[in-house]
């Protein structure tokens, strides 16, 4: 049973609601590893997946974890409860490549566009 509290049961949430997992990670597993393992057991199947590990983004009780924490860092007090499975959403967003960064459109070709878009809520009594 001691190995079970310094380890994790994580499943990753996909976007169309799919899940990968769930596995056991030790604590002392980081964050760029758990996200390394997402690239490496992608479906594939699904489209658009990502292609590094810089492409993912893993969320856990609201918010972004870093690369650098580890999954003991990342515990919430609900993962201590017996049979408990933490599920990390995954967002994918892929990289731009860096000649799209460089490509310049022709200042011939720029349009003037308003891009503001207002929407107003509410019920008139």
């Not at 609601?17 to 590893?33: L, M, N, R, Y």
């Not at 690239?39 to 590094?52: C, F, I, L, R, Y």
């Not at 999954?71 to 599920?87: E, F, I, Q």
């Amino acid at each position: 049973m001691a190995e079970v509290k310094d380890q994790l049961e994580i499943k990753f949430r996909l976007n169309d609601g799919s899940d990968i997992g769930p596995k056991w990670f030790p604590d002392a597993t980081t964050v760029a590893t758990l996200k390394e393992t997402v690239v490496a057991q992608w479906p594939k199947d699904k489209e658009n997946g990502p292609k590094t590990v810089k492409d993912v983004k893993l969320i856990s009780a609201g918010r972004i974890l870093e690369n650098n924490k580890t999954v003991g860092d990342c515990r919430s007090p609900v993962c201590n409860l017996s049979g408990a499975v933490t599920t990390m959403h995954v967002i994918i967003q892929h990289q731009v490549i860096e000649q799209e960064k460089k490509k310049k459109k022709p200042k011939g070709d720029v349009k003037k566009q308003n891009k503001c878009v207002c929407l107003c809520f509410g019920a008139r009594c």
